[in-house]
């Protein structure tokens, strides 16, 4: 054991400060002022400039002492099972001589039931924490759920978190619905019919959607988006739509792949209650998707020397009526009229105008080159017997068919001589390069320096040439210019 130097020892002999003794229990009571301030120093902000005041708790005991410490320390050690907020002791202390605790046996034993004042700070199971601060009203809304519709609708326009599942009654429901409805916002609409689809029964929301004209178009529109066909059909026949809700099951057609399935279900939709024209429509599409069926069977093998010649690049099936008209005219004209792929059988069941059967059969018999068909498509005989031809879709529409698909000059000058309009038949003559035309009809206008204009545009010494020569040689004609 070292031997303490003389520096320590005249420390301590010059210290104010008696030393600290283990035996006398009351010489340190008696003491205790004396160490107050130095006690409180370690308590007490550095800032605290009033160090004559003397600080007591409720029991009149100065706040530091050894004796608030040992109390203190005590009422930790009772607590430290659960943490809460420090609770002030409001009930009068017992005097000091009452006290079950000695501080010999605190200082001495230092049992493990009591701890030192300095490690009561440091231990963090009896830490005192202060409590936290509450936040303001607005804040907390965050987190609950008593909002009102108009400050749920308010939220949700925002884009704040919010909640509907609160609205549970019908009432709560449709004050909801009302104050978005009222806001005219379109997405808050939408989510607020979503909730009520997924909460009240179909019932009752179709009945309240039919006071709701705006809730009940965003409802209707977003069942068109979903696809929720069904649904979509027993609002309609709900709200007394007859027509719209056979309209909504017929189209459900559209998610049939297999032909025949679809035509069994065409033939079901025929008891529907539609308007007249839509009934009219869709026993069309019904006869009309039977026909094809019967045609693909028959047509699929291509016995025939056409589809040899000219083989098939598509179905038939699920096809327009004008494309099937086409297609019959193609690979079926010329049959009689009791068969379902005659042109004429076609034309007569579905009601095709004489025009659209014109041009559909004008250019699938161009396409295949077989002018003599084309002249039966306009052929017509008077009372008289004589042959004319007449076209009701215009003689210069049947010269730009005619040319699309590459025919001869003659057949172009047969029919562009059949235009009326000398201007129109000029032009078109000029734009197809139809000399003999352009020439005639120059000299129909007697029309010289156009002539003499047009001679510079066909060849030199070519049949034109010669008929242009032959034209400003004749003094029979009496030119204009």
Not at 91 to 102: D, E, V, W
Not at 104 to 114: A, I, P
Not at 170 to 196: C, F, P, R, W
Not at 432 to 456: A, E, F, M, N, S
């Amino acid at each position: 054991m070292t031997r303490p130097k003389p520096e320590d020892d005249e420390y301590w002999n010059s210290s104010k400060f008696s030393a600290f003794t283990f035996d006398d229990e009351d010489d340190e009571f008696t003491k205790m002022k004396e160490s107050k301030r130095a006690v409180n120093s370690m308590l007490v902000d550095d800032d605290d400039d009033d160090d004559d005041v003397e600080k007591v708790s409720w029991s009149g005991e100065p706040i530091g002492s050894i004796s608030w410490s040992v109390k203190e320390t005590a009422s930790s050690i009772r607590s430290s099972g659960e943490q809460s907020f420090p609770k002030i002791d409001i009930t009068p202390s017992l005097p000091k001589q009452g006290s079950g605790y000695s501080l010999s046996s605190l200082f001495k034993g230092r049992s493990k039931q009591f701890q030192s004042f300095s490690e009561s700070f440091t231990d963090t199971s009896v830490r005192a924490y202060a409590p936290e601060l509450r936040k303001p009203k607005s804040e907390c809304k965050d987190y609950m759920s008593d909002w009102s519709p108009e400050e749920t609708v308010r939220r949700m326009r925002k884009g704040k978190a919010f909640s509907l599942e609160r609205f549970r009654s019908l009432q709560e429901k449709l004050l909801l619905l009302d104050e978005a409805v009222s806001e005219n916002d379109g997405n808050v609409i939408t989510a607020v019919l979503i909730y009520l689809k997924k909460s009240l029964s179909k019932e009752i929301l179709f009945r309240e959607l039919m006071l709701r004209e705006i809730a009940l178009r965003h409802y209707v529109h977003y069942l068109k988006e979903m696809g929720e066909q069904k649904l979509l059909v027993e609002l309609m026949k709900a709200l007394g739509r007859t027509d719209d809700m056979a309209l909504m099951q017929y189209k459900e057609h559209l998610n049939i792949k297999d032909e025949g399935q679809r035509r069994d279900f065409l033939k079901n939709c025929l008891s529907l209650p539609f308007s007249q024209d839509d009934a009219i429509h869709v026993q069309d599409h019904y006869t009309l998707l039977e026909r094809q069926i019967i045609i693909e069977a028959n047509d699929k093998r291509g016995d025939a020397e056409i589809f040899k010649k000219f083989p098939r690049k598509a179905s038939i099936l699920n096809m327009p009526i004008i494309t099937t008209l086409y297609y019959s005219c193609f690979y079926h004209y010329g049959e009689s009229d009791g068969t379902f792929s005659s042109p004429a059988n076609i034309r007569k069941t579905f009601r095709i105008s004489e025009k659209q059967y014109i041009l559909t059969a004008l250019g699938a018999r161009a396409k295949l080159k077989s002018w003599f068909d084309v002249d039966s498509l306009f052929n017509t005989k008077n009372w008289l017997g004589y042959t004319k031809k007449r076209s009701p879709i215009g003689f210069h529409r049947v010269v730009d068919i005619l040319q699309k698909n590459n025919a001869p000059v003659q057949v172009l000058q047969e029919y562009m001589n059949l235009i009326d309009d000398p201007e129109l038949k000029l032009s078109l003559a000029q734009k197809y390069k139809c000399h003999d035309i352009v020439i005639d009809t120059y000299r129909d206008l007697k029309d010289r320096q156009q002539l003499i204009v047009y001679r510079g545009k066909v060849e030199r010494g070519s049949k034109e040439d010669k008929k242009i020569e032959e034209l400003l040689c004749n003094m029979q004609i009496r030119w204009k210019n």
